[in-house]
């Protein structure tokens, strides 16, 4: 009776004692991306914790798919002023719901890409959401609600931002996009109004134009990218200034 029960007991311990290895990275961003396959070419045991995107949000809902989907507004408006590079065109549609399965398709991509890398380095990527237990261990909750306790030698926290709203009253109510639902938009705003100024608000702008919406932008401060040098600024607010220019 008393084996029986030691050895349960044994069982449970091995259970809930972390799994141990060189480097676990909490958040798995460009940063940790890159800090993770190196570590593991180099023979480290390392883990990634991210709770919803392979690579963070560069290669899934911010720097990659923004090009992407400017990249067809910059095409639009090639065809758009097809006649000053001397070829006649009929008139085109855009369909943004073509539009965003192009750029689906490339995250897609890039996210095989991504585990591929994984693989070959030896690193291991883990969705979940993680919590610190103890100094160096950190619990993982998986997708299926069990959970894995890892512990480093070394923990990186590199959990990185999101998009949050300004605090203008009657922002919120209005439920606005934010960069990530502007980016899954399957058809073109009749008219586009952009709260903020900054390089975001105007490269988006720049291509929802370019795709035949009708755009308004709104910034706090008397110049675009109010951040950048002034000549920047003015080159910038002489571009948007012309329509015949999309």
């Given at each position: 009776m008393n084996s029986t029960k030691n050895a349960s007991s044994a069982q449970a311990r091995r259970k809930t004692q972390?799994?141990?290895?060189?480097?676990?990275?909490?958040?798995?961003?460009?940063?940790?991306?890159?800090?993770?396959?190196?570590?593991?070419?180099?023979?480290k045991q390392v883990a990634v914790v991210d709770r919803k995107y392979i690579g963070g949000s560069c290669p899934n809902i911010a720097c990659l798919p923004s090009k992407n989907i400017i990249h067809s507004a910059k095409v639009a408006s090639y065809f758009r002023r097809s006649k000053e590079f001397?070829?006649?065109?009929?008139?085109?549609?855009i369909d943004m719901s073509g539009v965003r399965d192009r750029k689906r398709k490339m995250v897609r991509g890039l996210n095989d890409m991504y585990?591929?890398?994984?693989?070959?380095?030896?690193?291991?990527?883990?969705?979940?959401?993680?919590?610190?237990?103890?100094p160096r261990t950190v619990e993982v909750t998986l997708a299926d609600g069990t959970t894995r306790q890892l512990r480093g030698a070394n923990v990186i926290v590199s959990t990185g931002t999101r998009a949050a709203l300004?605090?203008?009253?009657?922002?919120?109510?209005?439920?606005?996009?934010?960069?990530?639902?502007?980016l899954e938009l399957d058809e073109?705003?009749?008219?586009?109004?952009?709260?903020?100024?900054?390089?975001?608000?105007?490269?988006?702008?720049?291509?929802m134009r370019r795709f035949g919406s009708k755009v308004t932008m709104i910034d706090r401060h008397g110049r675009l990218m109010s951040?950048?040098?002034?000549?920047?600024?003015?080159?910038l607010r002489s571009l948007s200034s012309q329509p015949a220019r999309r």
């Open positions: 972390p799994e141990e290895f060189d480097l676990v990275i909490l958040g798995g961003g460009t940063g940790s991306t890159i800090a993770a396959w190196i570590f593991a070419g180099e023979g001397g070829i006649a065109r009929d008139d085109f549609t585990m591929e890398n994984y693989r070959n380095t030896g690193a291991e990527f883990i969705l979940g959401t993680g919590r610190f237990l103890a300004e605090k203008i009253p009657g922002l919120a109510e209005a439920q606005p996009l934010t960069h990530i639902e502007a073109i705003p009749e008219h586009l109004l952009v709260v903020g100024g900054g390089y975001v608000g105007v490269e988006l702008s720049q291509a951040k950048e040098d002034p000549d920047v600024c003015e080159a």
